[in-house]
């Protein structure tokens, strides 16, 4: 860990639901430091698939000065691309780290930042050392980072086979939300405001963050949300996450019986070699979000996509303040496990990428579009469906939203990410996350990755601490201008300016307007595919459609 003594010098206990807590002191960073802080009970044995249950400790004493275990997980290849397998695991992993300024020991009300990791609700955690908060709490912000449920564990409907397992569709969104409740209950020992709290996630992180804001009675829990690249077509409809649920529960063996004890008493390992199997689906939008939250009717009764793009945000939520964002080339983030993307020929693209948005009937139309309005002229076909897959992936999604979201009365700022990576094969560019990466300030921890590769490191430096800057800047006052950047205007229905992140940052406006209005006109009607909901739902699918999604689900359920 940056700057990080070997000998701890501890903290002050601070009184917490948790019990007494301390920490350590880096002295270098003049940060207070708290790991593996316990906010739920383990979610092992009985409590194995059942809601969470905040821990009510606060005589026991806990000193918290190392990385807690991680949520069971496969390594996925991303990770081993990014040099970030996690072999540190363990069911009892609802645990969450802390970091603050020393003057917060004393200076009291400082804004919060809380921290959504990313990895598809199948991967990642609070201890990887890129998402270590030094940096940004030496800004006078206090940085929470936590870990939840993750895969099978935590995001599998099955409450339609067993009554038992109400809420098993969002355990882990369960536990998102005991952080956030557990926040404001103790946040304000460590010096924190509970009061100006910040929600700052990234790909399914910053799809979590969404989705707690459509679920009941969550409304205070924070103030501000920064959103990097969501996916919102992670959340899935009701039918299909039931139908995911059979397929998991089938892959294991299990009848409906006794389905609740049964998998209380499956080794781990188990589960994880299964979830696997589940991460196949042949449509690619399914195998991007394979495992996630889903329209439960108990925490979520609308998918992202329905709510962002149609309808105002749940009561309590008017004032709510926000950052969206994405990045120039979000497909490019898969283009190293997919080693003959780039020769796949026109017909094949639309046979595959194409009919898995826009069905049979309209995949070749819009292809076509994308080939003659959207892409630079005499691009290649690799260069049209990766348009496509960016824009189906965040892209559109985060611009949609982010209209809707302005008509309806709130703040928001947007910004698209340019600056590129410079991975040796030069095919990673400006891809899904490089922002995340940026925006921590901790590129010590990516010095020769592959994912970023070898470049300037003074210019990395600088656009690092411009971006981490706007950050902290909005956790404090709502609003991310400072000194280091243009002005970066708030986003409106008139101007769409965002602001652009690259080697010099600048303002643009009316953002990616080819691509926006043809999505808002022609291409919303083409849509087929159930995760990718993009008008409201007043029209019947054709029958072709309809014929290819029974006979779908018919060769999967033989």
């Not at 540190?88 to 004393?106: G, H, K, V």
């Not at 190293?336 to 796949?344: I, T």
């Not at 348009?387 to 209209?403: F, G, H, N």
């Not at 309806?408 to 910004?415: F, L, N, P, Q, S």
């Amino acid at each position: 860990m940056d700057g990080h003594s070997e000998e701890f010098i501890l903290t002050d206990p601070v009184s917490t639901t948790s019990g007494k807590i301390q920490g350590f002191r880096d002295e270098t960073n003049q940060t207070h430091v708290f790991m593996g802080i316990p906010y739920a009970k383990p979610p092992t044995g009985s409590l194995r698939f059942r809601p969470t249950v905040p821990l009510d400790t606060p005589d026991t004493e806990r000193i918290c000065t190392a990385y807690p275990p991680s949520a069971p997980q496969t390594n996925m290849p991303f990770d081993t691309l990014m040099c970030v397998e996690i072999n540190y695991q363990s069911e009892d992993c609802l645990y969450m780290n802390i970091w603050r300024p020393a003057s917060a020991a004393t200076d009291n009300a400082k804004p919060v930042i809380v921290w959504f990791h990313p990895g598809a609700c199948l991967s990642g955690s609070c201890s990887q050392p890129f998402w270590d908060g030094t940096h940004l709490a030496k800004n006078d912000v206090i940085v929470v980072g936590f870990n939840y449920r993750l895969g099978a564990l935590g995001w599998m409907s099955m409450d339609h086979l067993s009554s038992e397992l109400k809420g098993s569709a969002n355990l882990g969104l369960l536990d998102q939300i005991t952080v956030l409740k557990w926040v404001q209950k103790n946040i304000s020992s460590f010096g924190g405001d509970p009061n100006n709290v910040t929600a700052f996630g990234s790909s399914a992180g910053a799809a979590c963050i969404m989705s707690i804001i459509l679920s009941p009675n969550t409304a205070g829990l924070f103030h501000r949300v920064i959103l990097q690249s969501p996916p919102m077509f992670m959340t899935s409809p009701q039918d299909w996450a039931e139908f995911k649920g059979t397929v998991f529960a089938r892959s294991l063996g299990l009848d409906t019986s006794n389905l609740l004890s049964d998998l209380q008493s499956i080794e781990v390992e188990t589960f994880l070699e299964s979830q696997t199997f589940m991460t196949t689906w042949p449509n690619f939008l399914e195998g991007l979000a394979p495992i996630s939250s889903s329209v439960d009717n108990y925490l979520l009764y609308d998918t992202l996509i329905e709510r962002f793009f149609h309808q105002p945000l749940p009561a309590g939520y008017e004032q709510l303040e926000i950052i969206m964002g994405y990045t120039r080339d979000e497909f490019n983030f898969f283009f190293p496990f997919l080693p003959n993307f780039q020769e796949m020929d026109e017909s094949m693209f639309v046979r595959t990428y194409f009919t898995h948005v826009f069905g049979l009937r309209n995949a070749r139309r819009a292809y076509e579009i994308y080939k003659q309005e959207i892409v630079p002229p005499m691009s290649p076909p690799s260069e049209v469906a990766r348009y496509m897959c960016s824009d189906v992936m965040c892209r559109i999604a985060t611009l949609l939203a982010s209209e809707n979201l302005v008509k309806h009365g709130h703040k928001v700022y947007v910004y698209q990410w340019d600056y590129e990576s410079n991975d040796v094969q030069n095919v990673i560019k400006a891809a899904h996350m490089v922002d995340s990466i940026f925006s921590w300030d901790n590129l010590v921890y990516w010095t020769d990755n592959p994912f970023l590769g070898p470049g300037d490191e003074y210019e990395r430096d600088r656009v690092a601490k411009q971006i981490s800057r706007a950050v902290v800047q909005f956790a404090k006052i709502g609003d991310p201008n400072h000194d280091g950047i243009p002005l970066w205007p708030v986003h409106s229905l008139e101007e769409r300016s965002a602001i652009v992140f690259d080697r010099e940052v600048r303002v643009e406006d009316n953002m990616y307007q080819t691509g926006v209005h043809l999505w808002k006109t022609i291409l919303k009607d083409y849509v087929t595919n159930s995760l990718f909901p993009i008008k409201p739902k007043t029209k019947d699918i054709t029958k072709d459609d309809a014929l290819e999604s029974t006979n779908k689900r018919r060769r999967v359920n033989e």
